[in-house]
């Protein structure tokens, strides 16, 4: 889900413009009037408005005759329920298999048009320096969301403070820990708590869009997943549509955009702490791999 990766809390456990479009609740978003004059103007819901790739994002779709606006939200919940009504266009906040988790839970039917990048997911700590150095017994926070939470916890095996009995799955949760097994307890809350959780558990998992809100940088993580892992195309970044737009040659455009622009892909490194595998990948890769993860996750239910 943004780094950005990618949430859909309990049930719905599943970036450019301004609008009154609530930001962190629904009807109260933050609005910037960065329109310029042109042909079409298209509302992208983010997580993440000042990042930055998308003053530059802005810019080059106007050279194209598209105006973007940029509707910011302060939670995953919000911006694919936005897209579904018709409040926005696109949105780019979230990776596959967050998607995948919302269409299912929704009965939606939204699709990936191109992807952005890849980012790892790390543990974060304001107590140890390094995994080996927590305590036996110590709490671990991850997202509570189901598509992170799962992530989470294969980067917690991993670093060896977990085990899951399943041997983890993008499917897992808190459930498929073997407390018996395990070095560490795991709890899980909202991905935008999980930065003021730092002080009282002994690490957190924190998406990467929480990172310097927290006062850390990227390089701080003690622990972190590999991108470059095959099976790490559910976790690919996407710009999403309503299926009836899968085809549109402007949301085609801006995607473009975005994976060439020289100065929107040095933004998404500065944004990202150099952090982002930005990626290319086939739009008819990323619907198949969607499809897959829904499969998988209808038939885990």
């Known amino acids: 889900m943004s ?8 049930a719905l456990a599943a970036s450019v413009l301004l609008t009154a479009l609530t930001g962190c609740a629904s009807g109260s978003g933050d609005s910037t009037g960065e ?10 819901g983010v997580v993440g408005k000042s990042d930055e790739q998308w003053p530059a994002f802005v810019a080059a779709a106007a050279e194209e005759g598209i105006t973007v606006e940029l509707v910011d939200f302060g939670s995953y919940e919000q911006p694919n329920p936005a897209l579904s009504e018709g409040e ?35 543990l974060y700590s304001t107590k140890y320096d390094d995994v080996k150095d927590i305590p036996a017994g110590e709490t671990v926070a991850v997202p509570d969301d189901a598509s992170n939470q799962a992530r989470a916890l294969l980067v917690l ?24 097994k395990s070095k560490v307890k795991v ?28 006062g850390l940088s990227f390089d701080d993580a003690i622990a972190q997943d590999d991108p470059s892992d095959p099976n790490a195309l559910p976790y690919v970044n996407i710009f999403a ?7 549109n ?46 499969k998988d996750i209808a038939a885990n239910n």
């Not at 780094?3 to 309990?10: C, E, H």
């Not at 926005?88 to 269409?103: G, S």
């Not at 839970?105 to 790892?120: E, F, K």
């Not at 952090?275 to 499809?291: C, K, M, R």
């Open 35 to 44: 329109a310029q004059s042109s042909d079409e103007v298209v509302r992208i």
């Open 88 to 122: 926005l266009d696109l949105n780019q906040f979230q990776h596959i298999i967050y998607l995948a988790q919302y269409n299912e839970a929704s009965g939606d039917d939204l699709v990936p048009i191109g992807s952005t990048a890849i980012y790892p997911l790390g």
């Open 241 to 247: 549509a309503r299926a009836d737009d899968a085809d």
């Open 249 to 294: 040659e402007t949301y085609r455009t801006l995607v473009e955009i975005f994976q060439t622009n020289e100065a929107v892909q040095a933004g998404l490194q500065k944004s990202s702490g150099d952090t982002a595998v930005a990626l290319q990948t086939p739009a008819e890769d990323l619907v198949a791999s969607l499809e897959k993860v829904q």
């Open 157 to 180: 095996q991993s670093a060896g403070l977990i085990e899951l009995k399943s041997g983890g799955t993008t499917l897992s949760d808190l459930a498929d820990v073997d407390t018996e």
């Open 187 to 214: 709890t899980a809350l909202e991905a935008a708590l999980l930065p003021t959780s730092l002080p009282d558990v002994a690490a957190s998992i924190l998406n990467n869009d929480f990172v310097e809100a927290a």
């Open 3 to 10: 780094r950005r990766r990618l949430t859909l809390a309990g």
